[in-house]
């Protein structure tokens, strides 16, 4: 494990808790090298992010997110990643208007972090209001050669429109069809037809929440290389984790 880094970010009073970044790898098994890392908010005594971003009020919650971005682009350059860096980003947040990529971009730039190592990953948290106002957001920073993302595909609300309208680098699957896939017929053949789809649009299929090897078997099978879940590694919080390559053999 790479050795960890001051992690505790202070925050302004009132724009939320105190908190710091978990690093969890995204793998490409077949070719045993990191693909990503992404960052994921932590409560400083450990607390998820569902429990930090709770305490965030509406509106200060783009304000808490760019903090975020910002800690976790600093912490990547402290811990000499090599990988792509994967941020979160919320639809709304982006659709329309463009600082979060500059805001990225500048940390990166400050950092000596280069801006292609960066990957965007819009969340499905909620309904996109202005879809043509996402893809254009994205188009106009592609030139800085990021990678984009859509995280939790299939978990809620209108994937495939989304999918429709933004065609990014990558799409994540969510672990609700990840889950058991080895004994599920009906979602072995979801995700089938979905990497088919993807294939034909040139877009990588990450497979999230992957923690049996019976699981990574049946999705490498169905041509799924890109993998995240406790089976390779656990998130660790101002580290850069161990991968456990062999886990899924």
Not at 58 to 76: D, K, L, Y
Not at 96 to 108: S, V, W
Request: proline fraction near 5%; glycine fraction near 6%; hydrophobic fraction near 45%.
């Amino acid at each position: 494990m790479t050795q960890g880094t001051d992690a505790h970010t202070p925050l302004s009073p009132g724009i939320g808790p105190d908190f710091t970044i978990a690093f969890q790898p995204i793998v490409d098994a077949a070719r045993r090298e990191v693909f990503a890392h992404e960052a994921l908010v932590r409560g400083l005594s450990g607390e998820g992010a569902v429990d930090i971003l709770s305490r965030v009020e509406a509106r200060h919650r783009f304000a808490f997110h760019e903090a975020c971005r910002v800690r976790a682009i600093e912490m990547a350059a402290q811990l000499g990643m090599t990988s792509r860096l994967s941020l979160n980003v919320m639809p709304n947040d982006v659709a329309g208007q463009t600082e979060c990529f500059r805001t990225a971009i500048d940390t990166a730039k400050r950092c000596d972090f280069p801006a292609n190592q960066l990957m965007f990953e819009i969340t499905e948290g909620e309904r996109v209001i202005n879809l043509p106002g996402l893809a254009a957001s994205f188009h106009i920073f592609r030139r800085y050669g990021f990678t984009s993302a859509i995280d939790d595909f299939g978990a809620a609300y209108a994937s495939f429109e989304l999918l429709a309208a933004f065609q990014p680098d990558v799409v994540k699957v969510d672990m609700s069809l990840v889950r058991d896939i080895h004994v599920d017929p009906v979602r072995v053949a979801i995700v089938k037809g979905f990497v088919t789809t993807c294939s034909e649009l040139d877009i990588k299929v990450i497979a999230e929440g992957v923690e049996a090897p019976e699981e990574a078997r049946v999705l490498r099978e169905l041509g799924v290389s890109l993998f995240q879940g406790f089976l390779f590694a656990r998130p660790a919080i101002g580290a850069l984790p161990e991968v456990a390559w062999d886990a899924a053999d």
